[in-house]
């Protein structure tokens, strides 16, 4: 069986659709972020390992949890994330549910409604969000927002990739009801192009995104107590809605539903812009508000 380090895709936190850990989070945060994402994508890189059998993939991530807890040094980035956690006396349990997540990548390949696909998204996205307020040192009163926000980056990264998911790993996250409310089946989803049936299903789940998910997560950023985290989420934000509104219009299976260099920058201005405008209301919000008697 090949090693974890053997399983990685190559891919890092700059290939990402959304900003890892960016110049605008502060210095002295990026080290434990930086280390929980090559874990994770570690983890990731395995969970969708195009040659290794279902049991060899879950014993690679039974090991490089072992590792994170300290029961063998056989990962690096098990150790790295190991010692950034003993250093800001922060729980692995973050990082312990995204490993679960990633165990249900391997052995749950079909969600039956949208109930069941928030449920992995409460382990597969949430806690990354989750992880970085805790090093950010914010109050847990800010993780319903950020749950929606990591759900709906996480539900939108499906629709992007739910031609792919299917052909290369017969993996399927949109809801097998949403399939049958449609009359279509997830076979649709091996087409070169989408059906009529599957583009409604698709631009259905867009809009339920954008108008629960995005809708509450659109306080988080004036909820932080950071404000370069703040800009960061409401960078990211900007992104999530450019993309769900992209997922309204477009077929996934043949049309490019990810943004590139220049809209990354354009929207990444605008997020800039809209997260200050927020600060500077919370702040002269705070400025005017009437003194407890």
Same mark, same amino acid.
């Given at each position: !069986?090949?090693?974890?380090?053997?399983?990685?895709?190559?891919?890092?936190?700059?290939?990402?659709?959304?900003?890892?850990?960016?110049?605008?989070?502060?210095?002295?945060?990026?080290?434990?972020?930086?280390?929980? &994402?090559?874990?994770?994508?570690?983890?990731?890189?395995?969970? /969708?390992?195009?040659?290794?059998?279902?049991?060899?993939?879950?014993?690679?991530? %039974?090991?490089?949890?072992?590792?994170?807890?300290? @029961?063998?040094?056989? @990962?690096?980035?098990?150790?790295?994330?190991?010692?950034?956690?003993?250093?800001?006396?922060?729980?692995?349990?973050?990082?312990?549910?995204?490993?679960? +997540?990633? =165990? !249900?990548?391997?052995?749950?390949?079909?969600?039956? /409604?949208? /109930?069941?696909?928030? @449920? &992995?998204?409460? $382990?597969?996205? !949430?806690?990354?969000?989750?992880?970085?307020?805790?090093?950010?040192?914010?109050?847990?009163?800010?993780?319903?927002?950020?749950?929606?926000?990591? +759900?709906?980056?996480?539900?939108? @990264?499906?629709?992007? %990739?739910?031609?792919?998911? &299917?052909?290369?790993?017969?993996?399927?996250?949109?809801?097998?009801?949403?399939?049958?409310?449609?009359?279509?089946?997830? %076979?649709?989803?091996?087409?070169?192009?989408?059906?009529?049936?599957?583009?409604?299903?698709?631009?259905?789940?867009?809009?339920?995104?954008?108008?629960?998910?995005?809708?509450?997560?659109?306080?988080?950023?004036?909820?932080?107590?950071?404000?370069?985290? +703040?800009?960061?989420?409401?960078?990211?934000?900007? &992104?999530?809605?450019?993309?769900?509104? !992209?997922? =309204?219009?477009?077929?996934?299976?043949?049309?490019?539903?990810?943004?590139?260099?220049?809209? $990354?920058?354009?929207?990444?201005?605008?997020?800039?812009?809209?997260?200050?405008?927020?600060?500077?209301?919370?702040?002269?919000?705070?400025?005017?508000?009437?003194?407890?008697?």
């Amino acid at each position: !069986m090949i090693t974890a380090a053997e399983a990685r895709s190559g891919k890092g936190h700059r290939d990402e659709n959304f900003p890892v850990a960016s110049r605008v989070i502060s210095a002295r945060h990026r080290a434990p972020i930086l280390a929980f &994402y090559e874990f994770v994508r570690t983890a990731d890189d395995i969970a /969708d390992h195009p040659t290794l059998a279902a049991a060899e993939k879950l014993a690679l991530l %039974d090991k490089l949890e072992a590792t994170l807890l300290g @029961n063998n040094d056989d @990962n690096p980035v098990g150790v790295a994330l190991r010692a950034q956690l003993a250093q800001r006396l922060l729980s692995p349990r973050h990082a312990q549910d995204l490993l679960t +997540a990633f =165990r !249900m990548d391997v052995t749950k390949l079909r969600y039956r /409604d949208w /109930d069941d696909l928030i @449920n &992995y998204c409460s $382990f597969s996205a !949430m806690p990354v969000g989750r992880f970085v307020l805790d090093v950010h040192g914010e109050s847990r009163a800010t993780w319903p927002a950020n749950d929606a926000l990591c +759900a709906a980056l996480q539900i939108n @990264n499906h629709l992007q %990739d739910c031609g792919k998911d &299917y052909r290369d790993l017969d993996r399927v996250y949109i809801p097998l009801d949403a399939f049958a409310a449609a009359g279509t089946t997830v %076979d649709a989803l091996g087409a070169p192009r989408a059906s009529p049936a599957l583009l409604g299903v698709i631009q259905k789940l867009a809009k339920r995104t954008a108008e629960t998910l995005l809708r509450d997560s659109r306080v988080f950023s004036a909820s932080i107590e950071d404000s370069r985290l +703040a800009l960061e989420v409401a960078i990211i934000q900007t &992104y999530a809605e450019r993309i769900v509104e !992209m997922l =309204r219009t477009r077929d996934p299976l043949s049309e490019r539903v990810h943004l590139r260099k220049a809209g $990354f920058a354009g929207l990444g201005l605008v997020g800039l812009l809209r997260g200050g405008a927020s600060r500077v209301g919370r702040i002269f919000g705070g400025a005017h508000k009437p003194q407890d008697a």
